[in-house]
């Protein structure tokens, strides 16, 4: 799930082809999941007669929020992190470009751990707040 935020972070050393290829990790990882919640949540579900809907829903919910939670907003987190890094290293410093694009990289990897869990909770607000007001219950469709 992490992957698109670990090409971001190596974007100022490898092609760029490489971080879209992390884009597509990370997608690849958030479809598997919303696909497997909604297996679970059809299977939990066995004898609801929304069971279908259950199913779909956990499947729309797990996308959105990990499309959010992990691909949309912390990518551009990093993305715009490790820009700003760059340019106040080159402002700041002489170091040689090749030590500022490896620095750079190191302050996105080491931002990722400290990013994680604000951008979740935001995202749990942000639904909490809007779309899972649609399903009619206090729980996620994903939830049993």
């Known amino acids: 799930g992490y992957a698109n935020e670990v090409g971001e972070s190596f974007r100022p050393i490898v092609p760029l082809a490489a971080v879209w290829a992390s884009y597509g990790v990370a997608t690849a990882y958030v479809t598997a999941d919303a696909i497997d919640k909604g297996r679970r949540a059809a299977v939990v579900h066995t004898q609801d007669p929304g069971r279908a ?3 779909g829903g956990a499947v729309g919910d797990t996308f ?12 551009f987190t990093i993305n715009r992190l490790c820009a700003a890094s760059l340019a106040l290293l080159a402002s700041l410093t002489h170091w040689p470009l090749p030590v500022r694009k490896w620095a750079t990289t190191a302050v ?30 206090k729980e996620p469709p994903s939830a049993p």
């Open 53 to 55: 809907w259950r199913g």
């Open 108 to 137: 996105g990897l080491a931002a990722i751990p400290i990013i994680i869990t604000p951008i979740d909770r935001s995202v749990d607000f942000l639904m909490d707040s809007s779309i899972r007001k649609l399903y009619g219950t």
């Open 64 to 75: 959105v929020w990990q499309s959010l939670a992990s691909v949309a907003i912390p990518g």
